[in-house]
């Protein structure tokens, strides 16, 4: 999402810049910054360290208004406990009163993706990243964190439902990106714009931290190949998100 609606005219479209601004040093937000900035022709957003959230997101508001951008994207992951929990500031920007969407995802995918990339965490990868954000979540093992993946999955539709926010599901977003785009577009009061469906468009300023697969490879179009997962979950670890899921699963047509 955060890569499709960088598409859109005048839009600063960033991925978890929170958390950006949280673990890297000085000198780690003035390059991400120059990257972004020397690639779009954007002028250079002045990193702010320690700052309260509300504070941070007028900042990046401002750097908007000072590249005549009209539009701040925030993509967030939800994260409701262990060391990067960020329940807190999904809380601020409900009570904001921004436009606020959410993409919800199978909780067997959802189980699969963070399998892998804590598995990641935990090699070679983890070790060389670890020096620069210490408090990279550690699990014991596979089940560790399929549980933790339930958990959070559960915990998330829940907040979703306690706050009413408007849902779209991960998969129709995939399969039918054209339809749920112009959804979450009007839902978040910004324009639609047909050039952020074409991944050779070229894009506004995006930028921040996620998944490195995700945020450094070349540009491609959507696509469904992650739908559909449950085959690469071992049976006993596919049953520990059933146990937990099962019962809000439903809420979105999902079956376990």
């Not at 949280?22 to 390059?31: A, I, M, N, S, Y």
């Not at 014991?140 to 998330?156: N, R």
Request: net charge positive; glycine share 6%; charged share 25%.
């Amino acid at each position: 999402m955060s890569f499709l609606l960088a598409g859109g005219p005048r839009v600063l479209s960033l991925s978890e810049p929170f958390r950006l601004h949280e673990v890297f040093p000085r000198w780690g937000l003035w390059w991400t910054y120059r990257q972004m900035s020397k690639a779009h022709g954007f002028k250079a957003i002045a990193p702010r360290t320690r700052l309260s959230d509300a504070a941070l997101l007028t900042h990046l508001r401002d750097a908007a208004t000072r590249n005549a951008m009209s539009t701040v994207v925030v993509k967030e992951t939800f994260r409701s406990d262990r060391e990067w929990a960020n329940l807190r500031l999904l809380e601020s920007f409900v009570s904001s009163g921004e436009p606020v969407a959410a993409i919800i995802r199978h909780p067997v995918d959802c189980a699969v993706s963070t399998l892998k990339m804590f598995r990641l965490w935990r090699g070679l990868v983890g070790h060389l990243v670890r020096p620069i954000v210490p408090d990279l979540p550690l699990f014991s093992g596979d089940a560790d964190i399929v549980e933790y993946a339930a958990k959070t999955w559960c915990d998330f539709a829940r907040w979703c439902a306690l706050h009413e926010l408007p849902v779209v599901r991960y998969e129709d977003l995939v399969r039918k990106p054209a339809d749920q785009l112009r959804t979450l577009c009007d839902l978040c009061g910004i324009t639609f714009d047909p050039n952020m469906l074409d991944s050779n468009h070229p894009r506004g300023p995006f930028g921040g931290i996620g998944d490195p697969g995700v945020m450094t490879r070349p540009a491609r179009a959507v696509s469904a190949r992650s739908v559909g997962r449950r085959r690469q979950l071992p049976l006993r670890l596919h049953q520990t998100v059933r146990e937990a899921c099962a019962p809000l699963a439903g809420t979105w047509d999902y079956t376990l």
